[in-house]
């Protein structure tokens, strides 16, 4: 329950960064338009919410994996500092670990 509470405060926080335009200048830098930034922040809530209901956990997580795989992505296209990519690559861990703990219980 303690992963889950801390992948899900690493979203929240992430979406509310989107949502309140905050990383708006990494998103421009890197070339996505703006409704593409908040599009992403509704589709991390949505993968949260499913994340979080008996029985969909796995796909809520899944959906969590994608959005991380492309902020993987990008981070590295555009050769992001290696803290950025840890935190990110650290987080999809903590996923797909959840993930997996939840299939096996």
Do not use: C, D
């Not at 329950?1 to 929240?12: A, R, T």
């Not at 703006?34 to 029985?55: H, K, N, Q």
């Not at 994608?66 to 950025?84: D, F, K, N």
């Amino acid at each position: 329950m303690i992963l889950k509470l801390v992948i899900s405060l690493i979203f929240v926080a992430a979406a509310m960064q989107k949502f309140t335009g905050k990383v708006a200048p990494n998103w421009e830098r890197w070339g996505y338009p703006r409704r593409f930034m908040y599009a992403t922040g509704i589709a991390e809530v949505v993968a949260l919410a499913l994340f979080w209901s008996p029985g969909l956990e796995v796909v809520g997580a899944a959906a969590l994996g994608l959005v991380l795989l492309g902020a993987l992505a990008t981070l590295i296209q555009h050769r992001e500092g290696a803290s950025h990519l840890a935190f990110t690559a650290l987080t999809l861990l903590l996923v797909v670990v959840q993930s997996y703990r939840s299939v096996v219980a």
